[in-house]
């Protein structure tokens, strides 16, 4: 058979659009990019995607790793143009368009967009970095769990001796604090309950500080009030008004020179995108790290260079940041993927609005608070329905969903057989 | 009020029983004492107990940790004299009748029960301790999974460059060695066509080696023949008359010269109790570093020390010893239970008899070869069933069992979202 007289031409190869980062942000940019005309790579030093508002459950026995994770490559098994990399990125060259890994290779891009989340937030505190525990990874929840689980063995073993004490203390009002004092204080009671401890349930305690004059300053008043309520009903000492100028191995000291010991000092006190990635994008980045964006999410100098998520300073209107959350997380990246397909398009791109679908947080079993714009304070059992079921919704896949659904519905009866595992190695590295 | 004239007798104190080890043998010989009239503490390195069957499954990402491990406590939460203490055993005060624990505590018995179990055997030959991945508790396994998922990614990274080929290698054909191959050979699969890998299933080999000429020499010859079959049917080379003299990083060497370049050696040889609690409790131990005892299983030179399970050379008739198995942990340690319990009493003991309940092994999703007594050889897909059956019925725990059977299920019917998590931290020590 003859050639064809004219042969097809050359097909245009597809552009690359590289995604550092499978958290929310990043997962959802690949997500609007699948089956789209672009060619995609999702790199991660992790193959799993973490669902982080359910990390304090790890921390404290009620959920396994597996609940909350799962891995990218079969969260895109369905969609051939996405691919992942398993890897640590470096650095990004800019001139040469391509990021360099840790293990010295390199990938080109045409489009990169970088979705490197947070990190705890230390304000600089004197041992705060080395010795309080953070709740921002998978490995961090293992750690506290295996702290807390082993803090109340040992307590148990010395116990024969003398009548032991025991005080946690939880660093920040946000949800994060909130919810991980009131899971603590279930754990412990449960433990001690449940598993025999001799362990008398009144000297072991759960302190929740904050330095401002409420809880959950990111919701609304009776918000805050209701969390308090509910928390010192449930047992945490709640304090406010202290500030905390310095940790140590089992201690920590306030600014009115109190020094409290405590077996565990967990650290909800906010986040921080500096010595991330996305911190050394530019010369200047914006407040606490984040890389400084244009109205639709590309950074500031470079054209085809894009930033979503905690890791990016989001602007809410003209003067304003978005808080670093996971609803805007999951918007801004899908954002930046409608601008990358608009520009391949040679269309404007458009600048990105943040729709507030509300703020949630639980305290225990059965209470929880909702602010819901356009209904106002949603509380107590409906609240913690409400949680529950937004949470699931949006937890990758259905078994993850089907065995958080299993694993709350115990927790919600009641039944005694909460995974409270310590696993030796977890104390260890990252 | 006046006291009364004559004062009741001061109650004689329980004897306090101390079980070494929370495997099976351990938990059955607490189960055996619940509710008994003595005081009991298990003291164990781990807070739960680990269903080593189903290790192979966490260790292939089948399973997740918290499937197959169960904490001791709740266990016996509900018996008031069973107690637990979380540590290690360092040795044995027989004068003193205590046990000294690696805290510097101690613990006084009546009785003792050394229930340490096994660790893997090298056999002495160099670098099998080093380099090769054992599978006896849930640490190894999830160091192993973590090498064979990350080898994977890395196969998949250098693909890029040029096609890659990968090997895994199992060492020993007994029923670990078996259902290890079985299953690493389905994972690579699932993970090459689900997770896009851009890796040829046939550049993945599994290979399965023994020294002796065919597989499950524990079971009859049928049996082992049929799970080669399976096996080979799965893709797995198996290769008889094979002997391994030397492990590197990632190779090993066959007594006929061989080298063979492996991203895993995984280790499923054989077992000894040599280096553990029970190797030190005498002057001269039994095979393997058991223990040697009696045929009430009492120590041949101590009237208040027993040992039971696979730490222990557990007699069946007068020359032979029972195999390091499950039911045989079982079986001896409540038989060590109801011995002490007698001894108590002032009753006579009675020897350990042995009921064998027969030998399984799975081969991969629907095929399993089980040798029953009386009944003969039943395999494939009824095989498969009845495998399951008997592990969910001895599965601690009615929750553990839920999950299984719900992660189970999903294999069944080859749903793609297995834990294939690479858990950073899993690398390290125990």
């Known amino acids: 058979m003859a050639p064809p007289a004219h042969p ?38 992790h193959n799993f995607h973490t669902f982080l508002p359910l990390l304090y459950q790890v921390a404290t026995a009620g959920l396994e790793p597996a609940d909350v994770a799962y891995p990218i490559r079969t969260i895109f098994g369905s969609s051939d143009n996405i691919g992942f990399r398993h890897g640590v990125v470096r650095e990004v060259d800019h001139d040469a368009g391509r990021i360099l890994l840790e293990d010295g290779s390199a990938i080109a891009y045409d489009h990169l967009v970088v979705a490197t989340g947070a990190t705890a937030a230390y304000f600089a505190i004197p041992g705060a970095a080395q010795f309080a525990m953070p709740l921002y990874s998978l490995a961090d929840a293992r750690r506290l769990r295996n702290r807390l689980l082993a803090s109340l063995e040992e307590a148990d073993a010395a116990a024969s001796d003398a009548r032991q004490s025991l005080t946690f203390v939880v660093v920040g009002g946000g949800p994060t604090g909130v919810e991980t004092a009131g899971a603590l204080s279930e754990l412990v009671r449960i433990a001690i309950r449940r598993d025999g401890l001799r362990l008398d349930p009144s000297d072991v305690r759960v302190v929740l500080v904050d330095q401002a004059a409420r809880l959950l300053t990111g919701m609304s008043a009776p918000a805050g009030r209701y969390a308090a309520r509910e928390l010192a009903r449930m047992g945490v000492d709640v304090q406010f008004g202290r500030s905390v100028v310095e940790v140590e191995s089992r201690a920590l000291r306030f600014a009115d020179g109190e020094r409290l010991e405590t077996a565990a000092v967990i650290w909800a006190a906010g986040v921080t995108a500096s010595g991330t990635l996305a911190h050394a994008l530019q010369e200047a980045s914006g407040p606490a790290g984040r890389a400084l964006v244009r109205a639709d999410l590309r950074l500031v100098d470079r054209p085809n260079v894009w930033a979503a998520g905690d890791a990016a300073a989001v602007p809410r209107g003209e003067r304003e940041l978005c808080a670093q959350l996971a609803p805007v997380a999951i918007q801004s990246g899908r954002h930046c993927a409608e601008q990358i397909l608009a520009t391949l398009r040679g269309e404007p791109t458009r600048p990105f609005v943040y729709r507030d679908k509300g703020l949630m947080a639980t305290i225990g079993r059965r209470a929880a608070v909702a602010q819901v714009p356009g209904v106002g304070l949603v509380r107590g059992t409906l609240g913690w329905w409400a949680w529950l079921g937004l949470h699931l919704f949006y937890l990758v896949g259905f078994r993850n969903r089907l065995r958080v659904m299993i694993n709350w519905t ?21």
């Open 410 to 430: 115990w927790r919600y009866f009641d039944w005694p057989s909460g995974p409270r595992l310590i696993v030796a190695d977890a104390e260890t590295a990252d």
């Open 8 to 45: 097809d031409p050359t097909p245009v190869p597809l552009a690359h659009v590289v995604i550092v980062g499978g958290g929310f942000a990043g997962v959802a940019a690949a997500r609007r990019l699948a089956d789209q005309p672009v060619r995609v790579t999702v790199v991660d030093r």
